[in-house]
């Protein structure tokens, strides 16, 4: 099993495990709707967000590029999604052998965002259109001018996925989970972790985001 094959398996247990199997039919076990095009547009706005967009402030500035790598995990988590909804998960696969360029063209990048909100936001309205391939064309394109590769995105969305499962397993959805951990973003934390340790399986890296929640 190929790192895509995983990321997509990790994603479905995450989606199974917070929304119940029935997210297949586009509700969670509470019978509310789901809409993964708009989750990934407000992805995308929070990505844009991190670039030096706005006119009215110093235009020497740069991006956010730690937190624009951030939300291009969460984009990825939904981009899984809805094509695992519509069973088209094996259309991934092609960028295997993706090469990063590594250029980090500002204007590219924005402009490859927003034809992505654009198509996802079309899609949000009218479902019939389902972009969700031309989506993840652009998201690939996005992450390989980051110098992001395969096996970088994998260990990135390792990172969230087990994070997303311990928040949900830890009281996320009724508001008692504790993102602050001793005043550090708990996603700070997960990503450290998985720095000090390059091998970490998500097992391991859960037991030790456990243990640190457990020290709060």
């Known amino acids: 099993m190929n790192q895509i094959e995983q990321m997509f398996n990790l994603q479905k247990q995450l989606n199974d495990d917070t929304n119940g199997e029935i997210w297949l039919t586009g509700v969670t076990r509470e019978n509310r709707k789901i809409s993964w095009y708009q989750c990934i547009y407000m992805e995308v706005a929070e990505a844009i967000d991190s670039f030096n967009w706005k006119h009215w402030k110093n235009i ?117 989970y504790i993102k602050l951990w001793d005043g550090v973003e708990d996603n700070v934390v997960a990503f450290k972790i998985m720095d000090k340790n390059p091998t970490i399986t998500p097992i391991e890296l859960y037991k030790k985001l456990d243990f640190e929640y457990s020290q709060l």
């Open 60 to 176: 020497d500035n740069e991006p956010d590029w730690a937190n624009i790598r951030v939300e291009l995990v969460d984009i990825w988590h939904f981009i899984m999604s809805e094509s695992i909804r519509i069973n088209d998960e094996k259309y991934a696969n092609k960028f295997l052998e993706l090469q990063p360029k590594g250029d980090f063209d500002v204007d590219v990048l924005v402009n490859s965002l927003e034809s992505m909100l654009s198509l996802s936001v079309t899609s949000s309205i009218k479902p019939e259109t389902k972009n969700i391939r031309e989506i993840t064309d652009l998201f690939f394109t996005i992450i390989s001018r980051l110098d992001i590769n395969i096996e970088d995105l994998y260990k990135r969305y390792v990172v969230k996925n087990q994070l997303n499962t311990f928040r949900q397993k830890n009281g996320y959805k009724d508001g008692s």
